[in-house]
């Protein structure tokens, strides 16, 4: 994977590829919530822009996705993001609607590049017009580096790339958990979606000291009769099935404890509904177990930031589906795009 440092961008424009998808329910209210950790996928992008800027960048044209529209929709219009990236990257914003002509400004924030179809697939000819705005391909989207989309793979084959810090980070750190982990290693895996989680679940099995399945997952498993290895550990549910319950919470909470490297991605129950007691007792006692610690997952950081411990994590990914099929040990389109 090529990285930042051994691109040449000075007096060049730079085409950043960021992770733009954060939850826009109410536009309104965007900047208040995005003053806490739940912008960290825009937070990520400062360390880039501020380097690039460093290093005398022309013009750092900023483009990226909100959601999953059909269409254009001023809902998910990434303009709506202007006024909070301005403010976290401390510098003016120009928003361009359109891939028409030149883009001005220092720095350039282009419309939802899901509003073309040509994005989601892979269309080369869009990917041609995104390069026309750019010298030079920097990848900060790690979130969406799963995807096969034509700013994440076609782009990068048309322009000189490389990978941004926190991608940097991102890969490095989670492919650090999978090539060398301090052991012992324990993976919790919970949420939802057996379908995507089974790979996860039998890819750590193998190099994992335990792998403890809470959430909705044990009823997956129930229903498809499913089998793991003995290292595999498969919550019981309350009554109501919406949490794990004690006895399962203290036979997770004992691996655990005796780790030395945990990753945890999905919560153990519905904790939304108030059946958070599961959740809690895993990320208190991997808060105090002292491991090395990472930790993904859209809901999962939502619970850690509203409990006050997303800063107690060694490290917490901004990845949710990139991260599952990293750890899966599968090749993501975006990363083999950097090579």
Do not use: C
């Amino acid at each position: 994977m090529k990285l930042l440092r051994d691109l040449d961008v000075s007096g060049k424009r730079v085409f950043v590829r960021a992770d733009l998808d954060v939850p826009i329910d109410k536009p309104e209210t965007i900047n208040q919530k995005l003053e806490t950790e739940t912008a960290s996928r825009l937070t990520n992008l400062k360390g880039t822009i501020d380097y690039l800027l460093r290093e005398n960048a022309k013009q750092v044209v900023i483009g990226g996705h909100i959601d999953r529209p059909s269409g254009p929709d001023p809902q998910k219009s990434t303009k709506l993001l202007v006024e909070a990236l301005s403010n976290i990257l401390v510098r003016e914003i120009s928003f361009k609607e359109d891939l028409e002509g030149d883009a001005s400004g220092e720095i350039v924030l282009l419309e939802n590049l899901r509003f073309w179809e040509g994005e989601t697939r892979n269309d080369f000819e869009f990917a041609k017009k995104l390069a026309s705005f750019a010298d030079v391909y920097v990848n900060e989207a790690f979130g969406n580096s799963h995807r096969g989309h034509a700013s994440m793979v076609a782009l990068p084959g048309i322009l000189p790339h490389a990978a941004g810090l926190h991608l940097e980070e991102e890969v490095y750190m989670l492919t650090k958990v999978l090539q060398m982990p301090s052991r012992p290693f324990v993976a919790v895996v919970g949420g939802a979606k057996m379908e995507t989680k089974l790979p996860l679940i039998e890819h750590l099995s193998k190099i994992s000291h335990h792998v403890l399945i809470g959430g909705e997952l044990p009823l997956e498993i129930e229903k498809s009769k499913r089998k793991f290895g003995e290292n595999v550990v498969v919550a019981k549910l309350n009554d109501d099935k919406k949490d794990i319950d004690i006895e399962s919470v203290h036979q997770f909470v004992k691996y655990i404890q005796s780790a030395k490297t945990v990753v945890w991605n999905g919560p153990m129950g519905l904790f939304e509904e108030g059946h958070e007691t599961g959740t809690r007792s895993i990320a208190k006692s991997i808060v105090e177990s002292g491991a090395f610690s990472i930790a993904g997952g859209g809901e999962t950081a939502q619970f850690l930031e509203k409990e006050g411990l997303l800063s107690r994590f060694s490290f917490v990914s901004a990845g949710g589906g990139a991260m599952l099929e990293l750890l899966a040990g599968k090749t993501l389109p975006g990363i083999a795009a950097l090579e």
